[in-house]
């Protein structure tokens, strides 16, 4: 690519409009044409699974934000109850749940195996979450399940992160390693010598630089450590978007937020650890890496992540919602889970609209998921086995929806586009807009059977049997040709 066209891409910004995103929302293509054809790939793969996983498992609470000092419902508000009123003991005991994290049922190949069943393609597991707890065998701190502190640290299998790569990669899984920016154990970036006030780093960086600067290079030797001896890692999803250069206007407008009707100050800082440095190091390890530096406008956040929900309308950029498959990312007891019909219908949803779904369970204490989270992914792959090819590799169709119960995709050279219909629709199905084409064949993909359509004025009408209705199936899919 030449020069020019390098820069007229770089100053490519979509600004997303979609409610929930907020303005600073921008997406900036990265010029490098590898990763550009990396990311073609990465949206063929459309399914994957999130994990998150700690010592913060063992008391079934919210991850990592108990501990955040911050007035909000799922930080202070998430705390255990019963455990420690002053916020210094409970910080300490939540730090001493590394003393009893034994997960002796870990068994990623189970995992994996349950994750491939349900069509999924990838996963993204939390190496370290913001409690700063690493899940892998970092060489920079002890507090990690392969410290001798830890009881799992005397089994084999103790490297965790290293064994979930292996397992998943053993399927054909491309890996990403969830890693937060932000460390709360840290003292480069919690300093023990002032309290912590909130998420951020709780001292002056412009006042104490070095140790700011200390916290960068811990930083990056950690990722350094991911990207060199954990195998062929395909993602570097990076949270904690709060951790990102910032000038002073914006430090200005941010020390005072609204948030739920409520007002609260915080102590937000230019947070910079050299984010060109670090993806330049880790590509030197993994060409071709996909990073994703969630929330920071730029060239490092390769793709969108919308969290928790499903952006109303296509979006004309890579991008991936993740989603919890009940209501916690982490595992907490009696949580509830959502339909497999539900999750069907929102892997479509988010299909049609040009997006991957990445889809979180919360393993539990033990290593064990939930007996609901192994039926929701069996369940989820009996429908994938049959309707996977309107799912993988295939982009956006003219519109995604036709009203609310039907979303369209088509296969990438745009011979066949799908259909998907969350209803039973009245008779016959009427297809509005079948964009000019001379329609061949209509296929209801859940028995192979042709179906009897008209082509009428721009659109088409499908009759569906009756027997279709009463199968008790969901989400059918018909293909066009
Ligand atoms: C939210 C949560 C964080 C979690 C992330 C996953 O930002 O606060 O704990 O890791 O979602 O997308």
Redesign the pocket.
Known sequence: MDMKRRLLMLTIVVLISTPGFSQSQQYFPDPDPVIAERLEEWQDLKFGL?M?WGPYSQWGI????SICPEDLS?ASGGRKGGVADSYFDYVKQYEDLQTTFNPIHFDPERWAAAASEAGMKYVVF?TK??DGFCMFDSKHTDYKITSPNTPFSTNERSNVTAEIFKAFRAEGFWTGA?F?KPDWHSEYYWWPHFPPSDRNVNYSVDKHPQRWHQFVEYTHNQIDELMNDYGRVDILWL??GWVQPKTEAELREEMLIEYEGSRYVRNPQNQDVNMSEIVRKAREKQPGLLVVD?AVPGIHQNYL?P??HIPDEGLPYPWET?MTMANS??YTPNDVYKSPDDLIEKLVDIVSKGGNF?L?IGPGPNGNLDPQAYDRLEKIGQWMKVNGEAIYATRSWKSFSQGDNIRFTRTKDGKAWYAFLFDYPEQPLVIEDRDGRTIQTVTLLSNNRKLKFRERGEGLDVILPARMKESGEHVWVLKIE
């Open positions: 999130l998150h919210v991850e990592s934000w799922w939390t979450h913001h969830y937060s949270d904690g969630r992540t969290e928790q993740c990312w982490s990445l979180n």
